[in-house]
Nanobody, 123 residues
Framework: QVQLVESGGGLVQAGGSLRLSCAASGLTFSSYAMGWFRQAPGKEREFVASITRSGGSTFYADSVKGRFTISRDSAKNTVYLQMNSLKPEDTAVYYC????????????????WGQGTQVTVSS
């Protein structure tokens, strides 16, 4: 049974930092591209960042580019999202995602989802 378990969310002031973690089990971690999406109240789930199976390439939404960094640790079967210079508009539930291919890394095409972790940024 595949499980993606997120942690690291919380309440932070604008300008602060958080690091999200997603521990994967039940799948061959190296065979999956990994990523993060987020969903704010009343809005659709949106792409945040993704990383290829090897970790050699990363992709970001324009809204987080230069502030967020995605990485993965194959020894720990874990993907991370380092979030710096946080803004109130980053407030959302953040979801970890796994997909067999980095191509078409859209919400509708994701193979596995985590349960989500809340990030709240106060102004």
């Amino acid at each position: 049974q595949v499980q993606l378990v997120e942690s690291g969310g919380g309440l932070v002031q604008a300008g602060g930092s958080l690091r999200l973690s997603c521990a994967a089990s039940g799948l061959t971690f190296s065979s999956y591209a990994m990523g993060w999406f987020r969903q704010a109240p009343g809005k659709e789930r949106e792409f945040v960042a993704s990383i290829t199976r090897s970790g050699g390439s990363t992709f970001y939404a324009d809204s987080v580019k230069g502030r967020f960094t995605i990485s993965r640790d194959s020894a720990k079967n874990t993907v991370y999202l380092q979030m710096n210079s946080l803004k109130p508009e980053d407030t959302a539930v953040y979801y970890c995602a796994a997909k067999a291919s980095i191509m078409r890394f859209f919400a509708s095409a994701i193979d596995y989802w985590g349960q989500g972790t809340q990030v709240t940024v106060s102004s």
